[in-house]
């Protein structure tokens, strides 16, 4: 069962590629056979038909078990995918305004807000400043202020109201739920 020095072993060591004298060898059953060489390990593998596979290297002496490889890589892989699986990809949605907004249209903006918010989503408020209304940034802090007076469920303001360039955007996310 020799596995070639291919480019899926992560850097595990198996059988050949081990190069040092001894090692703390840990059988198929899971039982610590105490130190032993690296050749009897090798030699004991191979009458159970396994792989010998460096479990850690950095230990002195290395620990070294005896297995099925192409099993433990298996397992290995499933374990990384079943890891993914239950990663929760957070997603920034952007909502887009001016300062000089009507009340029906921030009542629509708002609305969308929340259920981005419902969804556990971060939402970025962005306010858009067009020639002379950069002079009143002030009323960008008041549609702001107005938003979140709007929202019903409980929020957390992440990135307060800030300028950046043209616009002025401040981030808000639901709050964590104990």
């Given at each position: ?50 792989d ?35 990663q ?19 009542d ?7 259920e ?15 020639g ?7 009323l ?15 929020y957390?303001?992440?990135?307060p ?18």
């Open positions: 069962m020799a596995y070639s020095n291919n480019s899926n072993n992560k850097g595990l060591r198996i059988n050949e590629m081990i190069r040092v004298r001894e090692i703390r060898l840990i059988d198929d059953e899971g039982n610590q056979s105490g130190i032993v060489s690296t050749l009897e390990a090798l030699n004991l593998a191979k009458e159970r038909n396994l010998l596979v460096e479990v850690s290297p950095n230990a002195n002496p290395p620990v070294c078990k005896i297995l099925d490889f192409g099993k433990y890589r298996f397992e290995q892989e499933k374990k990384l995918r079943d890891s993914k699986k239950n929760k990809v957070l997603k920034i949605k952007e909502i887009r305004m001016q300062p000089k907004i009507g009340t029906g249209d921030l629509t903006k708002a609305k969308h807000i929340q981005f918010i419902d969804e556990g989503d971060k939402v970025k408020v962005t306010i858009r400043f067009r002379r209304e950069l002079a009143h940034t002030e960008g802090f008041e549609v702001l202020n107005e938003v979140l007076k709007r929202l019903t469920s409980a957390v303001v992440e990135k109201a800030a300028m950046d360039g043209r616009n002025m955007s401040m981030t808000i996310s639901a709050k964590a739920i104990k």
